[in-house]
């Protein structure tokens, strides 16, 4: 019997079918099974059956390795394609962003051009305008000849004038603009943080008492702006007020008594107790009269100092009674004529009362304002020794002087004087003190 012979051609190829027709058996070289095969298996042609079978399997294991195999990478190519055309889109959308950008900065750039020429014709115009003498500045010659015709009038006639008006201010800061003598700042070796001045007080020999809230302390300062003492306070201390003759008082927040201190070094002498606990209590002491603002309950509480030091409660105002009527009491001033005024830090007014709770006057709106009339968020009040009323306007940065009554009379000092954070301002000696940031600045 003869025997088959198989033969297979394989060739390069690059895709799965081209594999497959190349793996194919020649069918006309197997053996031609006839009705004998069937019914009576030979020997030899059975063990070709066999081989050609597992040449068959072979053949399809090796069709799926390769499919699975191209399919792994058209999913590949499919993920490049994608990730391709995200890339495209991305750098189309950053052409546009880069685009509309361009187009902004050449709208800046105009606007800011046009800003320019605006300017310069502004300025064309102011010397313009400097150039020609207005009706303003021949007014203002003929008002100083008038002065100068004033000044050689005899003394009576000028008493005379005088006595027309009906109200002649003190000369302490109404007749003169304030300089600043000095400015120091009150950081020691010892502070952790950088000072915060919340309130200050000074004595006549010119010692200034400062409360560091930042640094838990009170500090003292000579009239040359050079440190004496400090002392570390248990609680946060809010106000410092003098008190008898060589002290001072000092409140702390949450604290129900005075801390009273000595002014030649600061050692803690006494604690005399208030009863008043609260976040701000706002301190004022004159002569034997001391006032203390509640921040929380709003009320007003007038003391008397007895014999043996110790504070006798003579009444309370409460805003429950209708004017005044306070939101947040925060710094408070007993003038020389016994008004108590109090500056309401939400209110944004300076509240001014008599000791039986009687209200005299407002100054300032319930809304915060930088207009004639209004204050933002006032801070420190004092009075100088002729009454007239001293508010620090502290998001204005300004000084508001007032007449006794409550009247406006001009800005004392603006921002263009070095005032920024105004926050507590006293008068001693005819010096105004401001407590400004970290620093004192003194003017006269």
């Known amino acids: 019997m003869p025997t088959a012979t198989t033969s297979a051609v394989l060739k390069k190829s690059k895709s799965v079918g081209d594999i497959t027709e190349f793996l194919q058996v020649d069918e006309d070289l197997l053996p031609q099974q006839t009705p004998a095969m069937c019914d009576k298996p030979m020997g030899h042609e059975n063990e070709h059956l066999a081989i050609c079978s597992g040449i068959s399997k072979d053949k399809d294991r090796q069709i799926e390795l390769l499919q699975s195999e191209v399919n792994a990478k058209e999913r590949e190519l499919n993920k490049y394609a994608s990730q391709h055309a995200d890339l495209r889109v991305r750098h189309t959308d950053q052409t546009k962003e880069v685009t509309q950008l361009s187009e902004h900065n050449k709208t800046l750039s105009d606007q800011l051009s046009s800003r320019d020429n605006s300017v310069m014709e502004l300025k064309d115009r102011i010397k313009e305008l400097e150039s020609k003498p207005s009706k303003d500045v021949e007014e203002m010659k003929e008002l100083k000849n008038e002065i100068e015709q004033l000044k050689c009038k005899p003394t009576e006639d000028v008493h005379e004038e005088s006595s027309k008006s009906t109200y002649t201010p003190g000369t302490t800061f109404i007749a003169k603009k304030p300089k600043e003598v000095k400015t120091y700042y009150t950081k020691v070796s010892i502070d952790k943080k950088e000072p915060w001045i919340r309130d200050i007080a000074v004595d006549e020999a010119g010692n200034v008492f400062v409360v560091d809230s930042n640094n838990n302390c009170v500090k003292c300062f000579d009239q040359l702006g050079q440190f004496k003492w400090i002392r570390k306070l ?108 109090v500056s309401d830090l939400f209110t944004n007014t300076v509240q001014a009362l008599t000791l039986q709770g009687d209200h005299i006057f407002t100054y300032g709106t319930s809304t915060s304002g930088s207009g004639l009339g209004q204050l933002a968020h006032p801070y420190g009040v004092c009075s100088d020794p002729e009454d007239n009323i001293l508010v620090a306007d502290y998001n204005n940065k300004r000084v508001v002087l007032l007449t006794p009554d409550g009247q406006f009379v001009k800005y004392l000092l603006t921002m263009g004087d070095g005032v920024d954070t105004p926050r507590s301002i006293t008068v001693t000696n005819r010096l105004l003190y401001i407590a400004d940031g970290s620093r004192v600045s003194v003017f006269d």
């Open 234 to 341: 248990e609680n946060l201390p809010c106000n410092v007020s003098l008190f008898s003759q060589g002290h001072i008082a000092v409140t702390e927040e949450m604290s129900t008594s005075l801390d009273i201190l000595r002014t030649d070094d600061g050692f803690k002498v006494n604690e005399i107790e208030h009863g008043v606990s609260c976040l701000w209590p706002c301190l004022a002491v004159s002569g034997d009269t001391v006032v203390l603002c509640d921040s929380d309950t709003k009320n007003v509480h007038i003391y008397k100092i007895s014999s043996d030091y110790k504070l006798v409660m003579m009444r309370t105002i409460s805003p429950q009674q209708g004017k005044p009527s306070f939101l947040l009491p925060h710094y408070v001033h007993v003038t020389s004529d016994q008004k108590v005024l």
